[in-house]
């Protein structure tokens, strides 16, 4: 099944303060990831091309970086997904910089229904709360999207099953 999957979010502030807080993403300091509610992006080696990584059961190498434009991931696992994930960033204007997340794949057997039935949903609330997240990192408002009821559903019985 072929998967292309964008979020995207423009934020009031100039692209070099995007690309500062990207090269957060997977330290212990990370301004990005919303590390709080999720599983964490983990690299032994940090962010170097080549590095094999990931967050949860998915599992990926890092196939490009350049903090001022893009971090691009390969998945490796979970089985069946073929193809990349990557976070760009873009000047709209001096004062304003848009944030990318693609996932662009084709997905097989078990991974075709593991993407239906849990990651899809669990991927849009996941990168949605990463992009609030670095919202945050500017405003005194708290930005907090909300979860659908399958994403709640989903991450109650992930829990069960982890207890």
Known sequence: MRVLNIHKRTLNQPKSEIAELLKTLATENDRIWPKEKWPAMRFKG??????KGGHGPIRYSIEKYNPNEIIQFRFLKPTGFNGIHKFEIKELSKEKTEIKHTIDMNTA??????????????????????????????SKKHKKSKWNFWVK??????AKKRK
């Open 46 to 51: 940090g962010i170097n091309v080549g590095e």
């Open 153 to 158: 559903i989903i991450r109650k019985l992930l």
């Open 109 to 138: 057997g078990k991974g075709t229904i593991i993407w239906f039935l849990a990651i899809h949903s669990l991927h849009n609330a996941l990168i949605e709360d990463g992009f609030d997240k670095l919202e945050n990192n500017f």
